[in-house]
């Protein structure tokens, strides 16, 4: 695999560098060594539970916190899109009456 792709790869997954793919990455290894240690005592496997549980809690939290910057943003682009149309008039207005004062 060529390294362009592997970037791409890795910018689809995180692409805005909030370590999501790392998040993920790490519950994932745990949930395989859970699966893979049957030999772990009760209070190992609870301890690896609750950790598991933890990764998963941090994964959603940023879940939610990308799409709440996701929604303020768009928010954001619509508001400055109405003001840039609402200030449009009034700013051509006031470009020819300079323009036309000049010219006398």
């Known amino acids: 695999m060529a390294d362009e792709e592997v970037i791409r790869r890795r910018l689809l997954i995180d692409g805005d560098g909030t370590g999501d ?8 290894k745990s949930i395989l060594k859970y ?9 190992e496997k609870q301890v ?14 940023a879940f939610e916190k990308s799409r709440l910057q996701l929604v303020m943003s ?3 682009l ?6 840039k149309h609402e200030t449009q008039p009034e700013a051509r ?10 010219n006398h």
């Open 93 to 102: 207005e006031r470009r020819m009456s300079v323009l036309s004062m000049c």
């Open 21 to 28: 793919d790392r998040r993920l990455n790490l519950l994932l």
């Open 35 to 43: 699966c893979n240690s049957p030999d772990d005592t009760p209070e």
């Open 78 to 83: 619509r508001t400055i899109v109405l003001a």
């Open 74 to 76: 768009t928010v954001s």
């Open 48 to 61: 690896n539970v609750d950790r598991m549980l933890l990764q998963l809690t941090q994964c959603e939290h």
